[in-house]
T-cell receptor, first 111, second 115 residues
Framework: AQSVTQLGSHVSVSEGALVLLRCNYS??????LFWYVQYPNQGLQLLLK??????LVKGINGFEAEFKKSETSFHLTKPSAHMSDAAEYFC?????????FGSGTKLNVKP | DAGVIQSPRHEVTEMGQEVTLRCKPI?????LFWYRQTMMRGLELLIY????????DSGMPEDRFSAKMPNASFSTLKIQPSEPRDSAVYFC?????????????FGPGTRLTVL
């Protein structure tokens, strides 16, 4: 069965520091991969998605993610954190038309 | 576009009562999804529709839950009878054509509390 693992339920960074949120999936066949962001009391919003084109995917708000088949990973990064990035981030997988979200990582940005 | 619209935004009900959640997808989107979010189980896909037809309802927790999509602009998720463990935030989402491989646009959610 497909699963998505997000390491670290809470990540705290200082404003201006690198953001790294980890996501690993379990599949022998590369699935479609997504990162969504959820701000408090709101629905989810797509940050970026990988659909077997370029392995480095650029998204909104300066975020990007790199698909690494050998590591079955799709980690989300941003070079410089901003206070407005504080939110919960979800990695998601579409595998053979089954859709799974990871457990989420709450990002805290310290001034 | 107004985005995905859900109503009500908050619902408080007593155990045993019927609850109906409503969703209006983005016009022109072919797919509609219902999700449930809880602290314990995270985000779970309950059911999704393509062109008003249910495609996969394997995530519906039990027979107390039912979902309908009578037309392209309206869907309901009904819980009858409701139980305290149904308390959660329920999200509706829609996507244009690619279904689960496409971007999903989420509504603001309905926070359900069953006492």
């Amino acid at each position: 069965a497909q699963s998505v693992t997000q390491l670290g339920s809470h990540v705290s960074v200082s404003e201006g520091a690198l953001v790294l949120l980890r996501c690993n999936y379990s599949s022998s066949v590369p699935p479609y991969l997504f990162w969504y962001v959820q701000y408090p009391n709101q629905g989810l919003q797509l940050l970026l998605k990988y659909t077997s084109a370029a392995t480095l995917v650029k998204g909104i708000n300066g975020f990007e993610a790199e698909f690494k088949k050998s590591e079955t990973s799709f980690h989300l990064t941003k070079p410089s954190a901003h206070m407005s990035d504080a939110a919960e981030y979800f990695c998601a997988v579409n595998h053979f038309n089954k859709f799974y979200f990871g457990s989420g990582t709450k990002l805290n940005v310290k001034p | 576009d107004a985005g995905v619209i859900q109503s009500p935004r908050h619902e408080v009900t007593e155990m045993g009562q019927e609850v109906t959640l409503r969703c209006k997808p983005i016009s022109g989107h072919d797919y509609l999804f219902w999700y449930r979010q809880t602290m314990m189980r995270g985000l779970e896909l309950l059911i999704y529709f393509n062109n008003n037809v249910p495609i996969d309802d394997s995530g519906m927790p039990e027979d107390r839950f039912s979902a309908k999509m009578p037309n392209a602009s309206f869907s309901t998720l009904k819980i009858q009878p409701s139980e305290p463990r149904d308390s959660a935030v329920y999200f509706c989402a829609s996507s244009p054509r690619g279904g689960l491989a496409d971007t999903q646009y989420f509504g603001p959610g309905t926070r359900l509390t069953v006492l």
